[in-house]
């Protein structure tokens, strides 16, 4: 793939153009798009958990459509195997030679579809390619393609049938968040669009592959301020000193917060980081990357969104650091 270069403006327009396209499927979630492009264009991936039915897959969908990416699509069921994810090696009797044949892993884009419905062996075999960009099948390791994104989506812990993903694999996801109900005008507006057509058919590509891996580049240009960088690691380690904290955000978690900060500057059209975008990214990117101590778990009146909202408020944020953003919004 080469490596072409975008101007700022012009990736601001094509990434507000692939919202707007995927808002006229997914009515009333812009901020949560947002959030996707977002682990996105910081070259990590996102999780979706909530109940059956608000839309979770139809939003991955849409995305992909918009794109012009290759799709992977993994359904996980109890009996899926790793095999199913990586791919595997078909030996040939007439030439006595194994042929490779990849798995749906393989591709830009992957739909891990109810991830928490597979074993947790099953599950381990994303580790590798989450992190690393990379399988290793039959001793032989392959390299995925750029961009390569993973989006996956589950089900409450509470719905039969699920298995808890481990922390290491958790910690993995950049971003997880919730759709939610629609509005009731907003699902009244859903039924008047799909009584008429498939919204999906309106989903044609705005953005090449190539785009996408050069915004992923100009990301890591956007420039984040070393009190930026001391105010992440406060929080950071104030969640590691939390009471009711069993485990708190890793260094990895940190580094994501910080990723997620810059793309999502990026996305606003920005080449610096202000003190906005880092409480605006902490919601999606640290509450998931948090073990509550088991007396904790077991309190209604705690969740790690309250946490990481005790924490936020609890570390002040530094003075340079309010003064620069305020100056670079004027």
């Given at each position: 793939m ?24 997914i ?5 949560e798009?947002?959030?996707?492009l ?8 996102t ?14 969908r849409?995305i ?10 993994i ?19 007439s030439?006595?030679e ?5 798995g749906?892993i ?15 062996r099953t599950?381990?075999?994303l580790l ?5 960009r ?10 995925l ?7 996956a989506?589950?089900?409450p812990?509470?719905f039969e ?6 922390e290491a694999q ?5 971003i ?22 498939d919204?999906?058919?309106?989903c ?9 891996a ?31 904290v069993?485990?708190g955000i ?9 990723v ?35 007396q904790?778990?077991?309190?209604a ?13 609890s570390?002040?944020?530094?003075v340079?650091l ?9």
């Amino acid at each position: 793939m080469s490596n072409i270069r975008i101007e700022h403006e012009h990736a601001v327009e094509l990434l507000n153009r692939l919202i707007k396209r995927v808002e006229s499927v997914i009515i009333g979630k812009k901020k949560e798009i947002q959030y996707v492009l977002t682990s996105m264009l910081g070259g990590g991936h996102t999780l979706l958990e909530d109940v059956p039915g608000t839309g979770k897959t139809m939003l991955v969908r849409a995305i992909s459509s918009s794109l012009n990416c290759s799709m992977g699509r993994i359904q996980f069921t109890p009996d899926v195997m790793p095999a199913d994810v990586t791919g595997t090696s078909i030996f040939h009797p007439s030439t006595g030679e194994f042929t490779f044949r990849p798995g749906p892993i393989m591709s830009n884009i992957v739909l891990a579809d109810e991830i928490n419905r597979a074993s947790p062996r099953t599950q381990s075999a994303l580790l590798e390619a989450m992190e690393e960009r990379r399988i290793t099948v039959d001793g032989t390791t392959y390299t995925l393609p750029r961009p390569f994104f993973l989006l996956a989506t589950q089900n409450p812990l509470q719905f039969e049938g699920t298995y808890r993903l481990p922390e290491a694999q958790l910690d993995r996801f950049m971003i997880k968040i919730g759709l939610g109900y629609p509005e009731p005008e907003q699902e009244v507006e859903l039924l008047t669009r799909m009584q008429s057509r498939d919204s999906l058919e309106a989903c044609h590509p705005v953005m090449l592959a190539e785009e996408v891996a050069a915004m992923q580049r100009a990301v890591r240009q956007v420039h984040v301020d070393a009190v930026v960088k001391q105010y992440l690691v406060s929080v950071a380690v104030a969640t590691r000193n939390h009471p009711s904290v069993r485990l708190g955000i890793s260094p990895r978690g940190t580094l994501a917060w910080m990723v997620a900060t810059q793309a999502y500057a990026y996305l606003q059209g920005r080449s610096y980081v202000i003190p906005d975008d880092v409480k605006e990214m902490a919601g999606p990117v640290l509450p998931h990357r948090i073990q509550l101590k088991s007396q904790n778990r077991a309190d209604a009146s705690w969740s790690q969104e309250q946490v990481i909202h005790e924490v936020l408020s609890s570390v002040p944020i530094p003075v340079q650091l309010a003064a620069q953003g305020r100056g670079r919004r004027q």
